[in-house]
DNA sequence: GATTACATTCATTCACGTGTGTATGTATAC
DNA sequence: GTATACATACACACGTGAATGAATGTAATC
């Protein structure tokens, strides 16, 4: 078993990572080595050392193969509605919870970085990564809520940066929470409800 | 070096746990070894493995430290505060963040609950625990929504789980968001701003 | 178009370090 | 004198990374 074509060479490498996203999210990234997410995969060591420099970089492709096509949806959603900027905003947290409840992958992932993972210095690159992304988000979102507060679409006395630390928290505390206990509640029905609250915070009110 | 009074044996236990802490907070659980542990805190594995069983019960009675005063504030909080459901809502909030901002050691454990270890099976009895207390916590929410509600002061078509489940999701990830990058924002000076918006977003709004 | 030469894709093996749990030693408080 | 509060020592397992092997795809050559 040896020498196989380019195709069938992706095709493992995709088991590998396969392997390695059911490993980890049943023993966690640390408690995993190298041994269990070749022999989940069907292959030996040799295979995930040829494919990978080491776990780290497994941990690397494992999380690019779902985050690239989020970024892209995200870009796709602000070009179509790109006129409102709340209503941006909203189709974005509708697009998390809806990936979150549908898509087992994304689900499996985003549970491994939030619960099954140490963010510290040892796994640097992904960290810095990670935070390199969050500014992004940051920068994007402000200015979003910038755009919104010229409109007069911001609840008064709320500063651009303060409406995007909230949807942040808020959004990220969705995932956390959530996926920390998916049976506390049915994200399916509740979400878009729950979502509702906090873009009500966060808008301006129109008494009528 | 050796058999010393109670009070000294209680001190070097303390003295294990902030080593314990600090090592978890700087390598992440999984990879710090009790070695490191015992050399932080001056003494050697067999005075960790004297005071407690492994790894796991480290952890366990290092987070112990700091949740057993927090449980004892918010009870005195709804105490204080009964007669107004959303006061103490708001008042747990505060407190949550103020913990979160001047609380060094609040802040250095709860970095590691989010984000320097691995919520699996392997440390069984600490997820136990930690999910009997996330249902013991939206219990209270819901409690004290659902009176809001009965006082007319939730916001009209939300449920008191609803209400629960974003409350939730805010606070976990205001703690799970600031303390990834604590220099995002000044959460002292932010925090009841922001803190405000959710709260907006929860409440029924009444137009002057 | 068959042969040759080389690169690819793994499997196997080995040397090494590291951490764990326990057993044992030991001096002191009680 | 005995239980306590550690320090020391030991046996063991496990994981890593690199080195090596092996077999096949692929491309150049004739």
């Given at each position: 078993m040896v020498r196989r074509t380019k195709a069938e060479a992706a095709a493992t490498r995709d088991a590998i990572l396969d392997g390695a996203e059911a490993v980890f999210f049943e023993r966690g990234v640390a408690h995993t080595s190298l041994e269990e997410i070749a022999r989940r995969a069907g292959v030996t060591r040799g295979a995930v050392y040829w494919h990978?420099?080491?776990?780290?970089?497994v941990f690397d492709a494992m999380l690019e193969r779902?985050?690239?096509?989020?970024?892209?949806?995200?870009?796709e959603i602000e070009r179509q509605s790109g006129a409102d900027p709340m209503a941006v905003?909203?189709?974005i947290a509708f697009l998390g919870l809806r990936k979150l409840a549908e898509?087992?992958?994304?689900r499996r992932v985003y549970t491994i970085v939030f619960h099954r993972c140490e963010f510290v210095a040892?796994?640097?690159?992904?960290?810095?990564?990670?935070?390199?992304?969050?500014?992004?988000?940051?920068a994007m979102l402000e200015a979003h809520f910038a755009r919104a507060q010229r409109l007069g679409q911001l609840r008064t006395g709320l500063t651009?940066?303060?409406?995007?630390?909230?949807?942040?928290?808020?959004?990220?505390?969705?995932h956390d929470d959530w996926l920390r206990d998916p049976e506390q509640f049915d994200l399916s029905a509740e979400g878009p409800a729950i979502v509702d609250v906090m873009l009500a915070g966060l808008s301006d009110q129109h008494c009528t």
């Open positions: 990978f420099r080491n776990k780290n970089a779902v985050q690239l096509p989020l970024d892209e949806l995200i870009i905003i909203r189709e898509n087992e992958r994304y040892a796994i640097g690159a992904v960290v810095q990564r990670r935070n390199a992304r969050s500014r992004q988000v940051r651009p940066a303060q409406a995007a630390s909230a949807f942040r928290a808020f959004m990220v505390g969705i």
